[in-house]
Structure formats: C-alpha cells, structure tokens
Antibody, heavy 117, light 110 residues
Framework: QVQLQESGPGLVKPSETLSLTCTVSGGSMSSYYWSWIRQPPGKGLEWIGDIYYSGSTDYNPSLKSRVTISVDTSKNQFSLKLSSVTAADTAVYYC???????????WGQGTLVTVSS | QSALTQPASVSGSPGQSITISCTGTSSDVGGYDYVSWYQQHPGKAPKLMIYDVTNRPSGVSHRFSGSKSGNTASLTISGLQAEDEADYYCSSYTGTSTLVFGGGTKLTVL
C-alpha cells in the first residue's frame, strides 16, 4: 500500500520561500507522475504542478513563475518550493501519486502552511 | 486555466439518487476522457472515486458512477447513505498537460 507523507515548516513569513517534502513509502516512484495540490481553508482544490520520476515537470500557469518541483528517487522523495509567498498561499498542501498522470489516486494527509509575519 | 463549474450544493434523502455536474470546455472536459471525481470528508484528504470518466478504483462502491456528455461530466450516487455526506470535486486533465479542478459541491444527506 503506497503511503505519502508531507513534511516542512507550518509557518512561513511573507516574501519568503515555502519548502515542503513528500516521502513515498510502500512502492516505487518509477513510472509515475507525482503532484502537489493545495486547498486554502474553506475553499476548493488547486493543482500546483507535477513531476515525472525522471524529472520532467509541468506547472499550473498561474503559479509557474514561483514554483519549482524536484524529485530524488534515491530517497523516495519529491519536493515543492514556492517563492515570494503571501497570505493567499496559506493552505493545506497535499502531495499525491498520479494514476496514468491524470488522476491523483494516493494522497498524503496534507500539511497546513500558514503565511504570516 | 479556469476552474471547472460545479453546483455549490446538492441534497437528497437516504435511498435516493443524486447527480453532480461538472462543466468545462472543449480544452478540458469535452476534449479528453480524463475526468475524475473525489470525495472529501471534513479534515480529511480527498479520495479518488471515479477516474477516466467512468472507471471506479478498487474498493469504491458500485453506487458511484460517472458519465460525460459534451463539455459536462456527471457523478451519480445511487442509494444515498448518510456516510456519502461530503464535499465532491471533479477534475480534468487538459490539453496543456495540466490538471484543473472544479470548485466543489457540498452534498447533504437529509
């Protein structure tokens, strides 16, 4: 059974960079796409971007200028960096495995990141 | 990319059937058979219920079914049960290799 776990700071200051890591257990990262998805409090889901195990990426156009997703298959981890954060970036951040690249089928439990000084 | 359009809320009584719609464009819902549906209970991560318009992952009840016509996809839940009360989201893969979600629908079981 594949399991995903997000980790990283729960509080980030405005204008700084949000950094999260997702650790994958119970399965290989090979041949899958891996996504970051976020959900502001009380609001809907927003896809941030994804990465193939080989390292190719795609990003949400609205966030592309601020997002970097990377992968380290030797550690079974992939990571998210979101720069120049504002209060609007406060959200629960989920990492997920993509089924056939089109559908997140395994999700982490989510981690709340608050942007505040 | 714009979010897909879902009704804010739907409701039904136990045993009834309900349908939630998800409307997009020819660049997402209408152009590809890559619509998915998720169930999210409060404080929990979303759960994949339907993928590729009509397919159910292993373990998902047969009471959940999906369909699509043109730019609109639908999720139908039959034999409504109390535990079905949750938020439901649709998503679609797009022609620019991105994923777009709907705004979410709150299902209330009366």
């Amino acid at each position: 059974q594949v399991q995903l776990q997000e980790s990283g700071p729960g509080l980030v200051k405005p204008s700084e960079t949000l950094s999260l890591t997702c650790t994958v257990s119970g399965g290989s990262m090979s041949s899958y796409y891996w996504s970051w998805i976020r959900q502001p409090p009380g609001k809907g889901l927003e896809w941030i971007g994804d990465i193939y195990y080989s390292g190719s990426t795609d990003y949400n156009p609205s966030l592309k200028s601020r997002v970097t997703i990377s992968v380290d298959t030797s550690k079974n981890q992939f990571s998210l960096k979101l720069s120049s954060v504002t209060a609007a970036d406060t959200a629960v951040y989920y990492c997920a495995r993509m089924l056939y690249r089109t559908s997140p089928d395994y999700w982490g439990q989510g981690t709340l990141v608050t942007v505040s000084s | 990319q714009s979010a897909l359009t879902q009704p804010a809320s739907v409701s039904g009584s136990p045993g009834q059937s309900i349908t939630i719609s998800c409307t997009g464009t020819s660049s997402d819902v209408g152009g590809y058979d890559y619509v998915s549906w998720y169930q999210q209970h409060p404080g929990k991560a979303p759960k994949l219920m339907i993928y590729d318009v009509t397919n159910r992952p292993s373990g998902v009840s047969h009471r959940f079914s999906g369909s699509k016509s043109g730019n609109t996809a639908s999720l139908t839940i039959s034999g409504l049960q109390a535990e079905d009360e949750a938020d439901y989201y649709c998503s679609s893969y797009t022609g620019t290799s991105t994923l777009v979600f709907g705004g979410g629908t709150k299902l209330t079981v009366l």
